[in-house]
């Protein structure tokens, strides 16, 4: 996990409130994903971006989710209008070649 | 959509046992990542493979790349109370090629018995 920084840790919020999750790559890697882990299960591939670019948003819902890869600062992951069904932890990884570094999650709490 | 059995889903084992565990698909995979899930923190990278038939190993860990590029499997040696945890497989399928997007299986839940 070292390197890729992702926060917050722990990210509360009621029904209908925005939620930002952050994510710094490991330094000099140009690729970032974003998963999520509901418990007890598998990670799921939510979306693939470059900088300035979406690459693959394949597994990210078509509605309240977007995110973004600025050619400055960390990616954003950004989902408005939470509802419950939210509530899971994101992980976001980078990477350079083949091989996915993860950072420590953020777990999302919708009340 | 692509889907990747991963069994046992969990295993109870008394320490000093050896432990295996696999991942398996219909579809062809170009990559293999496995991965030491701790509650609350992300997957660690345990071992990479990229050939068929390889076999990688790392410590006490061994892991090989099925020679169909269908399945992989991930043996620990001799476990130890701090190998508990959630072990997941990971696999790029051949469609994906160059993009990293991976398929997670759903996690080897381990527990050790001192």
């Known amino acids: 996990n070292a390197g890729v920084m992702q926060n917050p840790r722990h990210l509360v919020r009621r029904r209908g409130q925005e939620a930002r999750l952050r994510c710094s790559p490991m330094?000099?890697?140009?690729?970032v994903y974003w998963y999520r882990q509901l418990p007890e299960e598998g990670l799921k591939f939510m979306v693939y971006?470059?900088?300035?670019?979406?690459?693959?948003e394949s597994g990210m819902p078509k509605e309240r989710f977007s995110a973004e890869f600025p050619k400055e600062g960390p990616s954003i992951l950004r989902i408005q209008q939470v509802v419950r069904g939210d509530s899971a932890a994101y992980f976001c990884?980078?990477?350079?070649?083949?091989?996915?570094?993860f950072g420590s999650g953020t777990q999302l709490s919708v009340l | 959509g692509q889907q990747l059995n991963q069994s046992p889903q969990s295993m109870f084992i008394q320490e000093g046992e050896d432990v295996s565990m696999n991942c398996t698909s219909s579809s062809i995979f170009n990559t293999w990542l496995w991965y030491k899930q701790d509650p609350g923190e992300g997957p660690v990278l345990l071992i990479a493979l990229y050939k068929a038939g390889e076999l990688t190993s790392n410590g006490r860990l061994t892991a090989q790349f099925g020679i169909t590029r269908k399945d992989s499997f991930l043996n620990i040696s001799a476990s130890i109370p701090s190998d508990v945890g959630i072990y997941f497989c990971a696999g790029q399928p051949k469609a994906s090629s160059g993009t990293y997007k991976y398929i997670f299986g759903t996690g080897t839940r381990l527990k050790v018995l001192a």
């Open positions: 990884a980078s990477s350079i070649s083949e091989k996915l570094f």
């Open positions: 330094k000099g890697h140009s690729h």
């Open positions: 971006l470059q900088k300035e670019n979406i690459i693959d």
